[in-house]
């Protein structure tokens, strides 16, 4: 996503000297109609995120200049296309954008995807940066060398680094799916996904209608799915990371009571649990045939 972002004349909110502040997407450029040059008044959303509240009128400059959605990237120079049912524009570059390789590779490592232990932000801008990491395969041939002839990084670091992927190597499908930054498939799409398919090759055939018949798959959600693996490029990239050693074992079709109480319900999990930490109890609560939310709507029937 291309996201617009203010530049300050750095001013203190709450204690801290704010410089940037998120203006979320262009609809609310043009609802809040903020301009180049305006005087605006701004807060910290949840006391964390400096955000836009308002634009101080009288205070504009004479002639200030609309906010317009850029043609091009100001990353890759690719163009910036925004679909009429969306707020959101993107560039299309996909992972030839320096800036969405970046947030994919984050994604990536994060824990609830491959976990890569030591592979944070400041890494992956200087692997990008420097050129060394061009896809996420490449991150699976880093060497000890290169690794640790990068700015603070050190043999030690570097070590580390190269055991937490080979450790990571060690997965499960519906995790490496997830890893895969499919839009709109998340950890429970990913694991319905992986349920009905169990493996890549017959992921890649699925229709969009046949899709839409699993639960929690949608008519966006599906396109999404078949038109990430009819791109080569997302194809190439993962036969490569297969060629490299991630695996996972190959699922087992467990029966489940039906006529337990949590079977097909929708179960939310709030607080803190005393008996078990929460992924834990997510575990058993899927093993039941329950849903898992991150928050409570009207489809959620226990809290």
Not at 131 to 160: C, F, W
Request: glycine content about 6%; some cysteine.
């Amino acid at each position: 996503a291309v996201t617009p972002v203010a530049r300050l004349e750095p001013v203190s909110v709450g204690g801290v000297t704010v410089s940037n502040a998120t203006l979320h997407n262009f609809d609310e450029i043009t609802r809040k109609d903020i301009r180049i040059g305006d005087t605006v008044i701004i807060r910290r959303a949840g006391d964390v995120i400096p955000e836009v509240v308002s634009v101080i009128l009288e205070k504009r400059p004479i002639n200030a200049r609309k906010i317009e959605l850029p043609k091009n990237c100001p990353v890759c120079g690719s163009e910036v296309v925004r679909e009429a049912d969306e707020a959101i524009a993107r560039c299309i570059g996909g992972l030839y954008c320096k800036a969405q390789l970046k947030r994919m590779m984050w994604h990536f490592a994060s824990r609830k995807a491959m976990y890569i232990e030591g592979l944070g932000s400041v890494l992956i801008d200087q692997l990008v940066d420097e050129g060394i990491v061009h896809h996420l395969a490449d991150l699976y041939e880093l060497d000890l060398q290169t690794l640790a002839n990068l700015p603070r990084m050190g043999e030690k670091s570097a070590k580390n680094l190269l055991s937490a992927l080979e450790k990571s190597k060690k997965t499960t499908f519906n995790r490496f799916l997830y890893a895969l930054g499919i839009r709109e498939i998340g950890e429970a799409g990913a694991r319905v996904l992986a349920e009905h398919y169990c493996d890549v090759e017959s992921l890649k055939s699925a229709t969009i209608e046949e899709l839409m018949t699993l639960n929690d798959i949608g008519p966006v959600a599906a396109s999404h799915v078949v038109h990430f693996f009819a791109q080569a490029h997302n194809l190439e990239v993962i036969d490569r990371l297969l060629e490299l050693g991630i695996h996972w074992p190959k699922p087992e079709k467990i029966q489940v009571n039906q006529q337990n109480p949590f079977f097909g319900k929708t179960v939310v999990l709030t607080g803190t649990l005393s008996a078990m930490g929460r992924e834990e109890a997510k575990a058993k609560l899927l093993a039941l045939g329950a849903k898992v939310s991150g928050s409570v709507s009207s489809k959620t029937d226990y809290v």
